[in-house]
């Protein structure tokens, strides 16, 4: 039936394989120090420096503080790496 398979999607454990999280990759135009930024710390940024949605917060530079600029994002799925450990049913 198709309410069961509607179902079975969000019945998924929050930890499931498929979890995927999207990283952010900010350059310093200074130093040309690439930092790595996880979804959820770019939105709390957001949320402190109170910008609309869809706008990439300010990030300092952790080696000489200049605002670091926005380059790229990538996804990882970070509960992917289950060996032994088969929660998935
Ligand atoms: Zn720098």
């Known amino acids: 039936m198709k309410d069961e398979?509607?179902?079975d999607n969000w019945e998924l454990p929050f930890h499931s394989?498929?979890?995927?999280?999207?990283?952010?990759?900010?350059?310093?135009?200074?130093?040309?120090?690439d930092d790595?930024?996880?979804?959820f710390?770019?939105?709390?940024?957001?949320?402190?420096q109170k910008l609309k949605e869809g706008e990439m917060?300010?990030?300092a530079c952790p080696e000489c503080l200049t605002k670091m600029v926005f380059e790229s994002s990538y996804i990882k799925y970070p509960y992917r790496k289950t060996e032994g450990d088969s929660?998935?049913?």
């Open 17 to 33: 394989p498929d979890h995927q999280e999207e990283w952010y990759v900010y350059r310093c135009p200074k130093c040309g120090m």
């Open 57 to 59: 917060p300010g990030v």
């Open 5 to 7: 398979k509607e179902r």
């Open 36 to 39: 790595h930024v996880p979804d």
């Open 87 to 89: 929660e998935l049913q």
């Open 41 to 48: 710390v770019v939105d709390e940024f957001a949320m402190v």
